[in-house]
């Protein structure tokens, strides 16, 4: 039987009203609990990446050209750019301080996906191509969930309502 995965979504259409911090925090106490969280940064801004990682703009961008699926945009990658091949799980970074922890970061880039599945909400019953494209994510957060036994996912969401949201 594949265990059953808790998925919050914080989101508001405005910024600056504690999405990314409920996010963490919300994360680091379910963690501390005992429980194995994977907290998402699926907003373009990156905060909840930069905050963990640490990063300035130089060294996130050396991140992002490491080999591998490390981030959500490229794990959304198969979908978004017609690549014939599987969505994969994403390799996230355990958060240092708190096992039981990990961060799917974002990727700065992400927005690009934007005008492609507003497409897709659109067309979705008359072009079989961009048919699955509005599951992609879940089904990417699915997999990664499996992958690090998750008991929770908490995804950051960006300050819109944009269809990306």
Known sequence: ????VKTVA????KGGVSKTTTTFNLGWILAEQGKRVIIVDA?????????????NKTEL???????????LRDGLAPAFKSQPR????????EVAGRKGLFL?????????YEITLGIAQQLS??????????SAA????????KKYDADYLIIDMSPSVSSIN
Request: contains cysteine; negative net charge; aromatic residues 8%.
């Open 61 to 71: 961008e050396a991140f992002y050209k490491k080999p591998g699926i490390n981030n």
């Open 43 to 55: 907003d373009p801004q990156c905060n909840l990446t930069g905050m963990i990682l640490g990063y």
């Open 138 to 145: 879940d089904y990417l957060f699915a997999e990664t969930a």
């Open 1 to 4: 039987m594949t265990k059953s």
């Open 86 to 93: 599987l969505i994969e799980p994403v390799e996230c970074i």
């Open 104 to 112: 799917l970061p974002g990727h700065i880039n992400l927005a690009e």
């Open 10 to 13: 914080i989101f508001n259409h």
């Open 125 to 134: 019953g008359t072009i079989v191509t961009v048919r699955n494209l509005p």
